[in-house]
């Protein structure tokens, strides 16, 4: 359990403090990482209500214990996940001392849409979102609606409302991108619209320094922070990092393939450690974890930062 009684700070430097329900539940992302670094977590909206209620005990549980400055909730492309996103995103605000973030993608979507959602998001006192382009299905249907990328999704939010405006970035370069500058010019445009990004995972933090270096000389110093997985479920995390073209390292996949249990589990969580441990070092403005629903790893990596 974290330690609300005194005055230190936590292993990502973060004060260690009590904080006031609401007005900790309505903080903009922007702002807390004009404060220092944040630690967040992600997590997608489970399809039956049992597990939406184990999801939001859980939240409960980690709030003590990896006390999170937020977390994200993702959508399903084209609005596949709309209603699911966006109730667990405004019970999360309600019952944390810490905001939810919606992601939010816009591709197969209109205009109108959009404005409805972000109405809504606003009454139930949501301040963030994460502004996404999305994938079209691959059976080519949906595509229709009002975007194409996700910078006109940022310009949009931006002029309708007060929220702080997340992005995507991709480290190993976008893999529809024609190349590595056009990406890297086409998400320095997006990042200086917006507040902050946050970055797929990644194993080798060389493709996060250099992104970040990439990103300077094109005069963008938005923070962007690390999207970090641990590899409790190695067969899912090959198939996402084969979908983003992100490298695998394949002698620890070798050993998190060969073994089970508690085993794979410390195996993971030591290479989170030491991946944070690097990132930190090297100035991330924050972490943010993938927990794929399974925040235990997370929650070990955390503690054993610490
Ligand atoms: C942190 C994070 C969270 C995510 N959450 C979700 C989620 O909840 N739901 C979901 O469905 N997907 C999610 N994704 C995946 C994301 O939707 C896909 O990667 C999608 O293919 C691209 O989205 P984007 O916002 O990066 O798009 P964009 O920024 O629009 O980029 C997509 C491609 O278009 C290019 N491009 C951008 N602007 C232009 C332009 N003006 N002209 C020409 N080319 C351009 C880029 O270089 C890139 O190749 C997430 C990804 C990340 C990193």
């Known amino acids: 359990m974290t330690d609300h009684s005194s005055n230190s700070t936590d292993a990502l430097g973060r004060p260690v403090r009590p904080r006031r329900m609401q007005e900790a539940s309505a903080a903009r992302i922007g702002d807390l990482l004009a404060a220092g670094p944040t630690l967040s977590l992600e997590f997608f909206p489970p399809a039956s209500d049992a597990a939406v209620r184990g999801l939001e005990k859980t939240l409960g549980a980690l709030a003590g214990d990896v006390d999170p400055d937020f ?44 404005l409805t959602l972000l109405d809504d998001y606003a009454a139930s006192g949501v301040r963030n979102v994460l502004a996404l382009a999305g994938d079209a299905p691959v059976d080519g249907s949906g595509v229709d609606g009002d975007f194409r990328y996700a910078i006109e999704l940022v310009e949009l939010v931006r002029e309708h409302t007060d929220f702080s405006i997340g992005v995507a970035a991709h480290p190993e370069v976008h893999p529809r991108s024609i190349d590595r500058a056009t990406d890297r010019r086409h998400l320095a445009t997006k990042l200086a619209a917006a507040d902050f990004g946050i970055t797929q ?47 695998v390292p394949e002698e620890l996949f070798a050993r998190l393939e060969a073994a089970e249990g508690d085993d794979r589990l410390k195996i993971a969580v030591e290479a989170t450690v030491k991946l944070c441990g690097e990132l930190l070092d090297a100035g991330a403005p924050g972490l943010h974890f993938y927990t794929l629903n399974q925040p235990e790893a997370t929650a070990a990596a955390y503690a054993a930062l610490q």
């Open 201 to 247: 995972f990644f194993f080798d933090p060389t493709h996060y320094l250099q992104m970040v270096d990439e990103l300077a000389s094109l005069g963008v110093d938005t923070p962007v922070m690390p999207g970090v997985v641990s590899v409790t479920n190695p067969a899912t995390i090959r198939r996402f990092a084969g979908m983003n073209a992100a490298a």
């Open 71 to 114: 977390v994200s909730i993702t959508y399903g492309a084209g609005g596949s996940t709309r209603e699911r996103t966006r109730d667990l995103v405004v019970d999360i605000t309600t019952a944390n001392p810490f905001p939810a973030m919606p992601h939010l993608t816009c591709v197969g979507h209109t205009r109108a849409e959009i």
